[in-house]
């Protein structure tokens, strides 16, 4: 069974310039638990860009360590998996085209895992085609 839960998204970027970019983004959506995993999922609002593109941010119950991935569908593909210390590849596609992105996880947390509220702790840097983009600080945090 899944539950409806209210989505803040915070990301904290610092690019490879200097520059840095807040975005703030709020949704709304499900989580559901299976097979002791907790999957939240949800709609991005980049239709004008890209169509649509559904996201499930998925996360163990149990076990360590800590593991999210981030998979994204529809007009963007893309499977990132966040592990502390761990780099993992994997593609983006997207109408333009395809990309090797790559991910290191610096820190990973999790709040009061539940399906009726939580909070998710992510920082990474990331590689476009070998070249560094920035570094990231992902919040996200969802309430029934």
Do not use: C
């Amino acid at each position: 069974m899944s539950t409806k839960v209210n989505i803040r998204i915070k990301s904290k970027i610092v690019y490879d310039n200097g520059e840095k970019e807040t975005i703030n983004e709020k949704y709304t959506g499900t989580i559901f638990e299976k097979n002791s995993a907790y999957y939240l999922r949800y709609q991005e609002n980049s239709e004008q860009q890209f169509g649509k593109t559904w996201t499930i941010v998925k996360w163990n119950k149990f076990g360590l360590p800590l593991e999210l991935s981030i998979i994204r569908q529809g007009d963007i593909t893309m499977n990132q998996v966040f592990r502390e210390g761990y780099q993992h590849r994997s593609h983006y596609r997207s109408p333009y085209g395809k990309m090797e992105i790559e991910v290191y996880t610096q820190k990973l947390s999790f709040q009061n895992k539940a399906t009726t509220g939580g909070e998710i702790l992510l920082e990474y840097e990331m590689k476009a085609n070998n070249q560094f983009i920035g570094r990231y600080q992902l919040e996200i945090d969802y309430l029934e």
